[in-house]
């Protein structure tokens, strides 16, 4: 039973370097989250696709920001001219759309250090 | 503000202390998650609570969800050192039609041996 994964798990970048991220989802979901944690904090939602339609971006996905669910399998997040402030880690999630009440599997998580 | 309220943010108990942790909203939940997170890995999902009023078990932990499904509670019975770490409440917004999942601020538990 494979769960969520994520690639990298570290990422260490200058300022205004692009890095990309990469999740694959548990294979049967169709729906994959992009979430962002702060220490101390709890995650706050960036963006879903539901297979490879991408249903909602919130405020916090500035331009700089744009993931992509090319095929409804796996997703990639890209940011561009990173930030001091994208420094975070970065949650994947997956879930089952026909379970109504949206359980949603985590994976393990991309730690990004913008220096 | 936060939309989901965790209290404490943070506890430290001794080995076979009981404890509860509280996670408050103004808002309705169609669905409330509880979930622990160790440091430097993703959130584990513990349980999900529906129904107004529902209570489930996993061993020592007990979970309710409010009768007006604002609220929810997370007790331990007799904790462990194994216990501790990050515990975080996530809902779906009762009125929301889409994916994403609101978190709380997370209560951060110690237990010592």
Redesign the interface.
Known sequence: DTG?S?DPRHKITKRGQNVTFRCDPISEHN?L?W?RQTL??????LT?F?NEAQ??K?RLLSDRFSAERPKGSFSTLEIQRTEQGDSAMY?C?S?L?AVS?????????T?LTVL | TQLLEQSPQFLSIQEGENLTVYCNSSSVFSSLQWYRQEPGEGPVLLVTVVTGGEVKKLKRLTFQFGDARKDSSLHITAAQPGDTGLYLCAGRLGSSNTGKLIFGQGTTLQVKP
């Open positions: 969520v994520q729906r989250y979430y101390g904090q709890g995650p706050e939602f879903y539901q249903l909602e919130s949650l999630a879930s759309r009440y949206n359980e949603q599997f985590f994976g393990p998580g730690r």
